[in-house]
């Protein structure tokens, strides 16, 4: 059970070392300024591999039920699956149901561990191969391993390698689980952080928080919702930030710094070093400024507003 590009390696691994009985996955969903149908990535990998793929709206529902039955699986694994699995489903394999988690559980439980553990600035996450049980991620833990996250990474670009590691590590802890050698281990419920749903909404940016702490969110929505402030009525969309080692402005207030855009913040000014004007392409910092007049002594905001206002001009002397 997957949906994303997350659960493809683990899907690979599994096709190459065990029987598959199916696949499941969310159903198609709109996409592209089109609206079209697009599948999921793993209802075209299961394709690609010839397996029959279910895709029920919910997995609770009877239809759906019907068909876990009727293929009768001795061990559902579930990555990044995006539905809830009820106790009767948890209970229908004899091995149970296994989740490939991306987090150092407890830490991170929910939805969305990997920008969790970025916008909060851990130096490190991981995988944890976990049997499921009827709570959000609190099932015992089989196998975790840790990487680090690096300074630039993103959400775009930690996932790639949490899904190699967790096809790498289920396929290694599979054999002494389904042999019973492996004994569960209990998490510390104590130590459980909690990683919420993340909203379109969330991507914006308020410009009274610390220069810091709105690097790491910028880094921990891309690519998904993104992050954007608004310079008037026009929304611009936040590709790419640093925070200036020097220089300080009211938050909010749009300076420059080196040649590039950037913006006082509740400590700090953060520097935009990629933007994106709403109807345009991504662009250099610098190449905005060169459109942008205005700009420096301006207001950002995370909501829209009137045109761009200057700054106050200071007191004749």
């Given amino acids: ?27 198609d969903r709109p996409a592209g300024r ?14 690609q591999l010839g397996l029959p793929v279910l895709q029920p709206p919910r997995i609770s529902a009877p239809e759906a039920m ?34 490939v988690h991306a987090s150092l559980l407890p830490r991170w439980r ?19 191969i976990m049997r499921m049980d009827a709570g959000v991620d609190t099932g015992p833990i089989l196998a ?27 396929a290694s802890t599979l054999p002494d689980y389904l042999a019973g050698r492996h004994a569960p281990r209990r998490q510390d419920d104590s130590q459980a952080t909690v990683a919420p749903v993340i909203h379109k909404s969330d991507g914006a940016l308020d410009l009274n928080h610390p220069a810091e702490a709105l690097e790491r969110r910028v880094r921990a929505f891309d690519p998904w919702p993104g992050s954007f402030v608004y310079w008037g009525a026009r929304r611009l969309a936040v590709r790419r930030v640093r925070v200036a080692p020097a220089g300080d402005a009211p938050p909010g207030r749009a300076t420059v710094v080196d040649g590039l855009p950037a913006a006082g913040t509740g400590h ?46 200071p007191p004749a002397a």
């Fill in 66 to 99: 019907e068909q876990l039955h009727a293929w009768a699986p001795d061990l559902i694994i579930v990555a990044a699956f995006g539905q809830i699995l009820r106790p009767t489903l948890l209970a229908l394999p004899h091995h149970g149901c296994i989740n």
């Fill in 1 to 27: 059970m997957g949906s994303p590009d997350f659960a493809l390696p683990s899907l690979q691994a599994m096709a190459g070392a065990h029987e598959l009985v199916g696949v499941v996955t969310q159903p």
């Fill in 268 to 313: 700090g000014l953060l520097v935009f070093e990629i933007l994106q004007p709403e109807g345009r392409e991504a662009m250099k910092g610098q190449d905005f400024l060169r459109g942008a007049r205005g700009f420096a002594g301006s207001l950002l905001t995370k909501t829209p507003g009137d045109e761009p206002q200057p700054a106050p001009a």
């Fill in 34 to 47: 089109g609206r079209e149908l697009r599948p999921p990535p793993v209802k075209l990998a299961a394709a």
């Fill in 110 to 128: 929910g939805a969305a561990p990997v920008p969790a553990a970025i916008l909060n600035g851990d130096p490190a996450t991981g995988i944890s």
């Fill in 144 to 170: 975790q391993e840790q990487i680090a996250i690096l300074p630039g990474d993103t959400t775009g670009s930690l996932l790639p390698r949490l899904a190699q590691l967790g096809a790498r590590l289920l």
